[in-house]
């Protein structure tokens, strides 16, 4: 079984940064894409960011420039860097791994930006 155990979100002000990671155990297919969703209330989920295995990335336009997306496959581990962070980017932030076998989600983790 596959899990994503994702940390770092929290609350912070406006202008501020905060680093998000998301570790995959489990039985890992090594071609896959790990990337970053996120979810605001009463919205629905969208892309942040999403890296391949061979790390190729894609952004949202509303985060290109501000946000940081990288990867570790030797730890199975997914990162994200968050600069300049607005309180429009307040959202609980997801975790997802899809291979051409499975897809799986990690639990959320929620970031508050407060004006």
């Known amino acids: 079984q596959v899990q994503l155990v994702e940390s770092g979100g929290g609350l912070v002000q406006a202008g501020g940064s905060l680093r998000l990671s998301c570790v995959a155990s489990g039985w890992i297919v090594k071609i896959n894409v790990m990337g970053w969703y996120r979810q605001a209330p009463g919205e629905q989920r969208e892309l942040v960011a999403a890296i391949t295995s061979g790390e190729r990335i894609n952004y949202a336009d509303s985060v290109k420039g501000r946000f940081t997306g990288s990867r570790d496959n030797a730890k199975n581990t997914v990162y994200l860097q968050m600069n300049s962070l607005k309180p429009e980017d307040t959202a609980v932030y997801y975790c997802?791994?899809?291979?051409?076998?499975?897809?799986?989600w990690g639990q959320g983790t929620p970031v508050t930006v407060s004006s």
């Open positions: 997802n791994l899809r291979t051409p076998a499975y897809e799986v």
